[in-house]
Every structure is written in C-alpha cells, then in structure tokens.
C-alpha cells in the first residue's frame, strides 16, 4: 500500500522557522516527484512546492518563494519542506502529495500524506 | 499566479446529472491537457478523481467524467448519490512552472 506519513508542524510565532517531514513507503520513491499542497482553515487547496524525482528541478509559488525550500533524500525515501520566515498567513494544513507518473510531473497528486498543521501567531 | 475559478456552490437532487466549471486561461487551463479534480469530505484528505482532463484514477466510479473545451475544464457527475456531497477543487499545471487549483465548488445534494 502506498502511504505518505507526515511529521513536523505545530505553532511558532512570526519569523520562526520550522521543518516538515514526509516519509513515503509502498512505492518506488525515487522515481516521482513529490509536491507540498496547503490550505488555510475553511479556505481552498494551495499548491506551493514541487521537486522531480532525482531533486535537480524544484519548482514554487511566488506566495512562498525565497521563504520556504522544498528538499528530498532518496536514500531515507523522505521530502522536506524547510519553512523559514514564517507569517500569520501560512497558517495551514500542510499535505505532501505524490504526483501520478513516472519521472513526471504530470500534476496530479494521486496519493496524500495525513497533513499536518502549522500555526503561525504570536 | 491566480486561482482558477470555480462557482461556490452546486446542488442537485439524487439521481440528476451535474457539471462543474472550471474556468483558467490560456496559460494554464487552455494551454495543455494537466487539469486534475480533487474530492474533499469534510475533515478528509482531497482525493484524486480526475487527471489529463478526462482519464479517471483507479478505482472512481465511471459516474465520474471530465472534459475541457478551451480554457475551462468540467467535471461531470452523473446519478447524484448523498455520498458526492463534499467540495471539489480542479487544479490546472500553468506555463509558469506552477499549479494552480480552484477555489473550490462545495456539491450539495438536496
């Protein structure tokens, strides 16, 4: 069975750094690409980050850009999202999500981590 | 970078046939065939029903159907069952490298 588990999260206050951790099993993690969906409570899906299969190609939203880095290690079939400069409005259910094809992306998210929630206040 | 849009809200009664619109532009919905749905239940992760516009994921009943006509995507859900209330997002790859969702449609069933 293909899972994603998630760990990281929890409350900082503005400026604080955290980093969120995605372990995959059930499949061949180091041929697809993984992407970081978020969304603020009550509000829609966001997507933010994404990083090919071997990590040489990451791609982000310009909401997040230069603030929070997407990373993986092959080795340990994990994904990283590194959160720095954090603000009130990425307040949000963090999911990683597996994209459908083979060396990809084909941009859809066949398989989703549990989310986990980053709330950033003072 | 903006989201692509979706009407709020739908309703249908059982059993009818209803069509929700995503509307994008040509740099992301117009401009390839990545345009994915997603169904949420409330407290639910979204899952994946609909990806290459039209090709259904494993396992989603075929009363689910997708189609694009120039920059705005459709998801068709036929023989509505109290079981399709929840929200739906469509999500499209843009030229910018991005993926871009709607806001989301929340699917009553009356």
């Known amino acids: 069975q293909e899972t994603l588990v998630q760990s990281g999260g929890g409350v900082v206050q503005p400026g604080a750094s955290l980093r969120l951790s995605c372990v995959a099993s059930?499949?061949?993690?180091?041929?697809?690409?993984i992407h970081w969906v978020r969304q603020a409570p009550g509000k829609g899906l966001e997507w933010v980050a994404f990083?090919?299969?071997?990590?040489?190609?990451?791609y982000y939203a310009d909401s997040v850009k230069g603030r929070l880095t997407i990373s993986r290690d092959n080795y340990k079939d994990t994904v990283f999202l590194q959160m720095n400069s954090l603000r009130p409005d990425d307040t949000s259910v963090y999911y990683c999500?597996?994209?459908?094809?083979?060396?990809?992306?084909?941009?859809?998210?066949?398989?989703w981590g549990q989310g986990t929630m980053v709330v950033v206040s003072s | 970078q903006s989201a692509l849009t979706q009407p709020a809200s739908v309703s249908g009664s059982p059993g009818q046939s209803i069509t929700l619109s995503c509307t994008g532009t040509?740099?992301?919905?117009?401009?390839?065939?990545?345009v994915s749905w997603y169904q949420q239940h409330p407290g639910q992760v979204p899952k994946l029903l609909i990806y290459?516009?039209?090709k259904r994921s494993p396992g989603i009943s075929s009363r689910f159907s997708g189609s694009k006509s120039g920059n705005t995507a459709s998801l068709t859900i036929s023989g509505l069952q109290a079981e399709d209330e929840a929200d739906y997002y469509c999500?499209?790859?843009?030229?910018?490298?991005?993926?871009?969702f709607g806001g989301g449609t929340k699917l009553t069933v009356l």
């Open positions: 990083i090919r299969s071997d990590g040489n190609e990451r």
């Open positions: 290459e516009v039209s």
């Open positions: 059930g499949f061949s993690f180091n041929v697809y690409g």
């Open positions: 040509s740099s992301d919905v117009g401009n390839d065939n990545l």
């Open positions: 999500c499209s790859y843009a030229v910018s490298r991005t993926w871009l």
């Open positions: 999500a597996k994209d459908l094809k083979v060396r990809g992306p084909a941009g859809a998210f066949d398989i």
